[in-house]
């Protein structure tokens, strides 16, 4: 089982749509979790980081976090064809680097 | 704003040279990372560092060394390219007490070798 798991998609979304993004992980001790975007060509950028159960919203994006059923989510509210990009999740473990999923694409049709 | 640059965007290289990959950072954070990233398989960590002159073998650290002589360069080494190194290389760096490790990426470079 990889320690971070991704359905590597294409996640397909028409323009103003939700984007669900979801994540699993197999690390219970597991702290800190993050989304980056990635879009072709270019290095992973960090949009959003959770520590604690729950919701947290920056503009568009809601990230979600259930440490006992251990997935982290991502939202992407109000979708536009310039979010069409591969999502990767990462998740901090034992050690002080990431450990990253294979990325979920996203493609948002106008 | 952090910002991580790498030494070149696009390397060619041949088959049993020694390559060298340089990564700087300017905002003095204490962890550097050098990834790989090869379609379907994702990002896979190759060292780290959270001091000077400390490294740390990642997943994958067959075939590469580093160095870290200054806190805000940190070296990635292909002792003899083989052309299974044939990848994107990343380096990223974080704070080491900022709460849950932040990283931030350079550009990357595309390696090929032939």
């Known amino acids: 089982q990889k320690e971070v798991e991704q359905n590597s998609g294409p996640l397909s979304v028409p323009e103003g749509a939700i984007a669900s993004l979801n994540c699993t992980y197999s690390d219970r001790g597991s702290q800190s979790f993050f989304w980056y975007r990635q879009y072709s060509g270019k290095s992973p950028e960090l949009i959003m980081s959770?520590?604690?159960?729950g919701d947290k919203e920056d503009g568009r994006f809601t990230a979600q976090l259930n440490k006992a059923s251990q997935y982290v989510s991502l939202l992407i509210r109000d979708s536009q064809p310039s979010d069409s990009a591969t999502y990767l999740c990462?998740?901090?473990?034992?050690?002080?680097?990431?450990?990253f999923g294979s990325g979920t694409r996203l493609q948002v049709q106008p | 704003d952090v910002k991580v640059t790498q030494s070149s965007r696009y390397l060619v290289k041949r088959t049993g040279e020694k390559v060298f990959l340089e990564c700087v950072q300017d905002m003095d954070h204490e962890n550097m990372f050098w990834y790989r990233q090869d379609p379907g398989l994702g990002l896979r960590l190759i060292y780290f560092?959270?001091?000077?002159?400390?490294?740390e073998k990642g997943d994958i650290p067959e075939g590469y060394s580093v160095s870290r002589e200054k806190k805000e360069r940190f070296s990635l080494i292909l002792e003899s390219a083989s052309t299974n190194q044939t990848s994107m290389y990343l380096c990223?760096?974080?704070?080491?007490?900022?709460?849950?490790?932040?990283?931030?990426f350079g550009p990357g470079t595309r390696l090929t070798v032939t």
């Open positions: 560092s959270y001091d000077v002159k400390m490294k």
């Open positions: 959770i520590y604690s159960n």
């Open positions: 990462a998740v901090m473990t034992g050690r002080r680097a990431l450990t």
């Open positions: 990223a760096s974080s704070l080491l007490a900022r709460a849950g490790y932040e990283q931030y």
